[in-house]
C-alpha cells in the first residue's frame, strides 16, 4: 500500500477547506442579494406539523404521524400521501373551524425576527407550504406577511359540510409543486434570485428553480435534507446574523 505524503494530505484537507469556505460565501452572498425568500411553512415557520394536530383534533393522530415522516422524508409522492392522510382523517367543516377557534400554531424560535429583519431589507416573504391555506393564514397573520403571499393547498367540502377531497390544481398537492409556486413567482413577478428554506424532502427539490436552498433543522433533522442542503441550519439566528 502506497502513503500519501503527510505534506499532500494536508494540502488536500487545505484545498477542501477552501472549496467548503468557498461554497457557503457563495450561498450566503445568494442570500443576501435575494429579492425573496421563501419558507415552507409545518417544522419551519412553526414546531408542528399542521395536518398531524389536526388528525390529532379529529381522533386520528396515531395513523396519520408515520405517514406523515414518510412524506417529508420522500418515502412516498407527496400526492399519494396527502391523499391517504386526508382520506383517514375525513375533517368535516365544523371540525375544522373548532381547531382553528382553539388551537393556537407555535411559531419557531426566530421567525418573527427573521421574518422582520427581511422585510426591513426590502425582501419579499412568501409561504409556500404543502399544508392548508385555512391552517396558515393566522400564521401568516403572526408574521405580517399578506393573504397573497401564502401558497398552498385548500380543502373542499360538499354543502352538508362533509370532507370533499382537496383542490388538486394547487401545485403545492404534488411533488415538485414548490419549484413550480418558485417559477411562477420569478416570471409574473419579475425576481431575479428567490431563496428557499424548508425541512423536508419537498423543500429540497424546490432548488433550482430556487436559486439556493437552505435546509433547517431547528425542529426536526431529516438526515437527506441535512447532507444535501447547500447551506444546513437549526438556529433562525444564524440567518439573522449573515443578512
Known amino acids: 500500500m502506497q502513503l500519501i505524503p503527510g505534506w499532500f494530505a494536508v494540502a488536500i484537507r487545505r484545498t477542501y477547506q477552501f472549496c467548503d469556505v468557498d461554497k457557503m460565501?457563495?450561498?450566503?452572498?445568494?442570500?443576501?442579494?435575494?429579492?425573496?425568500?421563501?419558507?415552507?411553512?409545518?417544522?419551519?415557520?412553526?414546531t408542528e406539523e399542521g395536518i398531524d394536530e389536526l388528525a390529532n383534533f379529529c381522533g386520528k393522530g396515531k395513523q396519520i404521524t408515520e405517514l406523515t415522516k414518510q412524506?417529508?422524508?420522500?418515502?412516498?409522492?407527496?400526492?399519494?400521501?396527502?391523499?391517504?392522510?386526508?382520506?383517514?382523517?375525513?375533517?368535516?367543516?365544523?371540525?375544522?373551524?373548532?381547531?382553528?377557534?382553539?388551537?393556537q400554531p407555535k411559531l419557531t424560535n426566530g421567525i418573527k425576527e427573521l421574518v422582520s429583519t427581511l422585510q426591513i431589507r426590502e425582501?419579499?416573504?412568501?409561504?409556500?407550504?404543502?399544508?392548508?391555506?385555512?391552517?396558515?393564514?393566522?400564521?401568516a397573520v403572526q408574521l405580517n406577511i399578506p393573504p397573497e403571499n401564502i401558497y398552498a393547498n385548500r380543502l373542499k367540502f360538499y354543502f352538508t359540510g362533509e370532507y370533499a377531497g382537496?383542490?388538486?390544481?394547487?401545485?403545492?398537492?404534488?411533488?415538485?409543486?414548490?419549484?413550480?409556486?418558485?417559477?411562477?413567482l420569478k416570471e409574473e413577478k419579475g425576481f431575479k434570485t428567490?431563496?428557499?428554506?424548508?425541512?423536508?424532502?419537498?423543500?429540497?427539490?424546490?432548488?433550482?428553480?430556487?436559486?439556493?436552498?437552505?435546509?433547517?433543522?431547528?425542529?426536526?433533522?431529516?438526515?437527506?435534507?441535512?447532507?444535501?442542503?447547500?447551506?444546513?441550519?437549526?438556529?433562525?439566528n444564524d440567518l439573522v446574523k449573515n443578512l
Open 194 to 236: 428567490v431563496v428557499h428554506i424548508g425541512d423536508g424532502s419537498t423543500d429540497l427539490e424546490a432548488s433550482p428553480p430556487a436559486d439556493a436552498f437552505i435546509g433547517f433543522g431547528g425542529n426536526v433533522i431529516r438526515e437527506n435534507v441535512k447532507s444535501q442542503a447547500q447551506w444546513f441550519v437549526t438556529n433562525f
Open 25 to 46: 460565501n457563495n450561498i450566503i452572498n445568494i442570500y443576501r442579494k435575494a429579492d425573496a425568500v421563501t419558507f415552507d411553512v409545518d417544522s419551519t415557520v412553526i
Open 123 to 139: 425582501k419579499q416573504v412568501f409561504l409556500v407550504s404543502g399544508g392548508f391555506r385555512c391552517l396558515i393564514t393566522p400564521i
Open 71 to 103: 412524506a417529508m422524508q420522500g418515502d412516498m409522492t407527496f400526492q399519494q400521501s396527502l391523499s391517504i392522510r386526508l382520506g383517514i382523517i375525513n375533517p368535516k367543516l365544523t371540525q375544522v373551524k373548532e381547531f382553528l377557534d382553539t388551537h
Open 166 to 184: 382537496f383542490d388538486e390544481n394547487q401545485p403545492t398537492s404534488r411533488s415538485g409543486g414548490k419549484g413550480e409556486v418558485i417559477r411562477q
